[in-house]
């Protein structure tokens, strides 16, 4: 039984040294996390309008923080239409931009108050964005593409729902932009964005959005950008990001740090990530199933061993 006990300890050692090589460092973590927030998507996933929301897509239901809403607000006061107003929001926030990759990461409020003093990544204006939006009646679906197989390192951006024009929009808030095909004027939704991507790239033009800082002074750079980023794009399951903030569990964690608030919500309390399925991307979902299904065999191997050992203990 003693030599059983040893040899229970080092399988134990063995799949614990497993697990640790999974998820370990922090990049890697990020990874584990969206392999399991990643699923397959399928073309309804993504050709539904505010009037057709999935069932078990995560709306926003609740109120923007005060400073937000106000912000919100005045820029309404000031634009008619979904679309002037979707526009005139990208402006309340890039105008004040300063400087390049600082990022925020904490609540909303928090967020909000270090994109004025000039900070904020693209993440950061995303979120804020989406509460505003929310704010003033504009419905918004976040999207994201990644260049390490939807291991986190990428960029985010929304569609913005034009209720006169029943299309969506796309808004590239943190870089300033929209964009058209060359000889229109009419914006592009996301997904058109993307086929013209695939299809003729050449043909897409990006338009400043709002008064302020532009995240590309050369737009064929940003074309380039989004290019190497197309073959690897999904959706965000959710726009909630209020309700999210505000969750019991980030209203506890912030009375000690809201960056770890926001780290700790960031990592137990995000939407699906839903993924545009092609060839060009199956081995990378593939990839990150793999990664899942190992995780959750080593968590068991690790549950059984160490039940194994407490009952040999026990004996």
Not at 25 to 47: C, I, K, M, S, T
Not at 101 to 108: E, K, N, R, T, V
Not at 125 to 140: E, W
């Amino acid at each position: 039984m003693r030599g059983f006990g040893i040899v229970d300890v080092l399988a134990l050692l063995t799949a614990a040294g497993w697990l640790g090589k999974l998820t370990l460092p922090y990049h890697q973590a990020v990874r584990v996390r969206n392999a399991f927030l990643l699923r397959r998507g399928r073309p309804e996933d993504f050709q539904w309008t505010p009037a057709t929301v999935p069932a078990d897509f995560h709306v926003e239901r609740k109120r923007a923080p005060a400073e937000i809403e106000q912000a919100a607000q005045a820029a309404r006061s000031r634009v008619t239409g979904d679309w002037p107003l979707a526009l005139a929001l990208v402006g309340l926030l890039v105008r004040h931009s300063t400087r390049e990759g600082d990022a925020i990461q904490a609540d909303l409020a928090t967020t909000y108050a270090g994109i004025v003093s000039g900070a904020g990544y693209c993440s950061d204006h995303v979120r804020v964005y989406l509460a505003a939006a929310s704010a003033v009646g504009i419905f918004c679906r976040q999207w994201a593409f990644s260049f390490d197989g939807f291991a986190g390192h990428g960029h985010t951006f929304v569609d913005v729902y034009d209720r006169q024009q029943a299309k969506w929009r796309f808004l590239d808030v943190h870089n300033n932009v929209y964009a058209v095909i060359a000889g229109t004027e009419e914006p592009l939704a996301a997904l058109e964005l993307r086929n013209a991507l695939l299809a003729s790239p050449t043909s897409i033009e990006f338009r400043r959005a709002g008064p302020g800082r532009l995240g590309f002074d050369d737009f064929d750079k940003l074309l380039d950008y989004y290019r190497r980023g197309a073959p690897q794009w999904y959706l965000w399951w959710g726009n909630d990001v209020i309700t999210r903030d505000s969750s019991g569990l980030r209203r506890g964690l912030q009375t000690i740090s809201r960056r770890l608030a926001h780290a700790v919500g960031s990592a137990l309390d995000l939407p699906r990530l839903v993924v545009i399925v092609s060839e060009q991307n199956e081995a990378e979902i593939a990839r990150m199933e793999s990664l899942r299904r190992n995780i959750i065999r080593a968590v068991t191997l690790i549950v059984i061993l160490v039940t194994l050992f407490g009952v040999q203990l026990a004996w």
